[in-house]
């Protein structure tokens, strides 16, 4: 399979891509891991003029904690990097989870955090995370930056919310009130299948109540469904069987999963409820103990 | 130099743009004349003829294909060959010398880790990223370093072994 032709630029700085972006006038297209862009510039279900290859900008590889807990992930910070991060791997239990769950390990050396977020796959993985960290992407624009938060990032199945000729820099995760605990679960068939189900859980806890709430699905709708208007009911609360069973219940209702080839719709929505409770019930355990 | 442009090198019309690169191989540097589309694993086949990295899916999917790119392993048929300019590919080619096997070709052979032999140089460049960083893999670690390649013949159990195998050798080596 072939791609169709392109003309082909690899900028050195993020200033370069942006005006390469801006003078292309939306015919431009930005490559960055391309585990999601090659495939479908050989299936030609994408033709773009001009591809932006954004790998030899130096400055976006990185992720990073400031002093305050902000963690910023940049645009060429790869899937592989988070999974073996020393730096997340205590601070940021949902994406440590996550990131050894993305496609495969060979996939994971190429693919990015940030791609995998601009390119809005309704069973990416990481957008699930994003949405339930209440995440932001900082996107850079020939007038300078702007920050998106992520509920108003995705605009659709594989659409987003960036101007053609903005070129998204980072992932923002903002500091947890207190201590981030949390976790990520996904049911898929085999290696490197999109999520049948899975869910991602993201809480704030001050002692043994809960400060801040966050929850996002994937493979359950046709789009990430935000669900942290359902995981609220745990704000000011302590995990309780009670408490995790009327989150789980109000998550799974947010659900919105068709019957498919993964399985039937009543099938997955019983997977969310499975997976949130498996994630509080692991939470307050560990919670216990270190009590 | 080679020149390549398509599957067949007939007329390119004149606008077609090309671009030189360099990428070592093997770790020998080669020059190549490629357009933007090209990816390396056409590249590696069909320019350099380097024929033992394998295309199955085309998709993605499969890891017949894979590489080590900078030392890490890549699917060749998912990265253009001009993103390879500059940098260090090794291909399965580079793994044995004239005259001795590389120890996971070696393992492969001792422990039947192939069949039709269609995965095999993907599943050897995995296990060589595998062994580079972790010489004493567990079955479990093995696995996983190889579920981004699939097999249709051998139900993977030989295979675990040999890369199992190829450990053994190398830390034994390594010990010498
Ligand atoms: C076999 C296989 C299995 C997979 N399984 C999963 C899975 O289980 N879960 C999952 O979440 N994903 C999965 N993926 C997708 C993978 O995670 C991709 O890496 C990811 O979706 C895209 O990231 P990328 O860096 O490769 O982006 P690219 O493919 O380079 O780009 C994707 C899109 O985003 C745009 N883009 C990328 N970066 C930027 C930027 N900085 N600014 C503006 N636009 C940008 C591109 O123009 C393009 O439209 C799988 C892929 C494969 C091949
Ligand atoms: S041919 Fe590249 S992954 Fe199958
Ligand atoms: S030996 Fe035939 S595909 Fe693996």
């Given at each position: 399979m072939y791609p169709s032709r392109f003309a082909y630029d690899a900028p050195t700085t993020v200033a370069e891509a942006v005006a390469i972006l801006d003078r292309n006038g939306g015919e431009a297209k930005v490559l960055a891991g391309g585990q999601s862009l090659v495939p479908m510039l050989k299936l030609r279900f994408a033709s773009p003029e001009r591809l932006v290859d954004i790998n030899n900008i130096k400055a976006l590889d990185y992720h990073r904690l400031d002093p305050d807990g902000t963690l910023r992930i940049g645009a060429l910070c790869r899937h592989e990097d988070l999974e073996f991060s020393e730096i997340i791997k205590d601070s940021h239990p949902t994406l440590a989870q996550a990131a050894a769950l993305v496609a495969d390990p060979i996939v994971r050396t190429r693919g990015t955090f940030v791609g995998s977020v601009c390119h809005a796959d309704p069973q990416g993985d990481w957008a699930a995370t994003m949405i339930a960290l209440d995440g932001r992407i900082v996107a850079q624009g020939p007038n300078g930056r702007r920050e998106i938060a992520m509920r108003d990032f995705v605009s659709g199945p594989f659409t987003n919310a960036l101007a053609y000729n903005e070129l998204a820099v980072e992932a923002v995760i903002p500091p947890a009130k207190g201590k981030a605990v949390g976790g990520y679960l996904k049911l898929e068939r085999r290696v490197g299948d999109f999520a049948t189900a899975s869910v991602a859980v993201a809480l704030d806890m001050n002692g043994d109540v809960v400060t801040r709430a966050g929850c996002a699905l994937a493979g359950v709708g046709g789009k990430t469904i935000d669900a942290n208007e359902a995981i609220s009911v745990l704000v000011g609360k302590t995990l309780t069987a009670e408490s995790i069973e009327a989150a789980a219940e109000a998550i799974a209702d947010a659900a919105d999963p068709r019957t498919d080839h993964r399985g039937s719709a009543d099938y997955k929505r019983h997977i969310v409820k499975t997976f949130v409770t498996r994630i509080l019930s692991g939470i307050a355990r560990s919670e216990q103990k270190a009590a | 130099m080679t020149s390549l442009y398509e599957e067949v090198p007939a007329e390119v019309p004149a606008n077609v743009p090309t671009r030189r690169v360099t990428v070592t191989v093997n770790g020998e540097k080669r020059t190549v004349d490629v357009e933007p589309r090209l990816l390396l694993a056409h590249m590696l086949r069909q320019a350099l003829q380097l024929t033992g990295t394998h295309t199955g899916c085309d998709t993605t999917n499969c890891g017949a294909c894979t590489v080590l790119f900078d030392g890490r392993p890549i699917k060749s048929c998912t990265m253009l060959a001009v993103q390879a300019d500059g940098h260090d590919v090794e291909t399965v080619e580079g793994l044995a010398t004239a005259s001795e096997l590389h120890p996971i070709q070696e393992g492969f052979k001792q422990e039947h880790?192939?069949?039709?032999?269609?995965c095999t140089p993907g599943m050897m460049m995995a296990s060589k990223a595998l062994l580079e960083r972790n010489p004493n893999p567990t079955e479990d670690e093995i696995r996983w370093a190889l579920s981004g390649n699939l097999c249709r013949c051998t139900g993977y159990q030989n295979i675990v072994k040999s890369v199992m195998w190829a450990a053994e050798k190398m830390r034994a080596e390594e010990a010498e």
């Open positions: - | 880790g192939l069949q039709c032999g269609y």
